[in-house]
């Protein structure tokens, strides 16, 4: 395809454009340049620090967040058309190497949270972690209940028994200090979250990460 020649009045335009911006600069103080410069830095740096900032995982994209001393990474997400969530994980999601023995359903909407307090009772990280939990769960518009997988303090505290051996027909979260840190499952709608030495908000984390990577399968 033939170029259309440039004309000799539209070059000698070209010339007077760049003459009037070059005057115009000239008439700029030089500190205004500075400033220039400085403002068009920040947002270069800026640009490159979010893209540092930002991490991958499964489909997932996580902003690393310093709030105070501690780490959060943070990933936003719609629950619903209108409903926006924002996740916040201790650990970054690359990192947790947490054993899980299959991957995360809910058979039931309607979910039973059944600590058992022994070995938790004195762990500040586990309160955290069962916040964090409920949390997540309510906000994905799941009913959650309290509850104990020990008879006597399930009567005591006027709470719902349940473990994967008494069933209640709503899907069941043990929560439970163990040997090793794991998610173990039953199969059929029943898992354990199962922290040692109060590594309770890892686990939690995990189970979480694995429910969203499965839920954004079905959806």
Same mark, same amino acid.
């Given at each position: ?10 070059? @000698? ?131 959650? @209940? ?30 439970? @200090? ?20 109060? @590594? ?20």
């Amino acid at each position: 395809m033939a170029h259309k020649k440039q004309s000799k009045h539209e070059s @000698e335009d070209m010339v007077d454009i760049g003459k009037e911006i070059f005057h115009f600069a000239r008439k700029v103080p030089l500190w205004v340049w500075w400033v220039l410069v400085l403002v068009f830095g920040a947002f270069i740096f800026q640009a490159v620090f979010t893209s540092l900032s930002t991490i991958e995982y499964k489909g997932m994209t996580f902003t690393h967040e310093k709030m105070g001393e501690i780490n959060f990474y943070h990933y936003t997400y719609y629950i619903d058309p209108t409903t926006k969530y924002n996740l916040y994980l201790r650990g970054d999601p690359r990192k947790n190497m947490i054993p899980i023995q299959e991957n995360i359903t809910f058979p039931s909407t309607k979910v039973d949270i059944s600590v058992n307090t022994t070995g938790l009772a004195s762990c500040e990280d586990s309160q955290v972690g069962i916040g964090q939990l409920s949390l997540f769960l309510a906000q994905n518009k799941l009913s959650i @209940e309290s509850a104990s997988p020990d008879p006597v303090l399930a009567q005591q505290f006027n709470v719902t028994y349940a473990s994967c051996v008494a069933r209640t027909g709503a899907t069941i979260l043990v929560v439970q @200090e163990g040997p090793t840190s794991e998610i173990l499952s039953t199969g059929d709608g029943c898992y354990t979250l199962q922290g040692t030495h109060c @590594e309770v908000i890892p686990v939690v984390e995990k189970f979480i990460i694995n429910a969203l990577i499965e839920a954004r399968k079905r959806s």
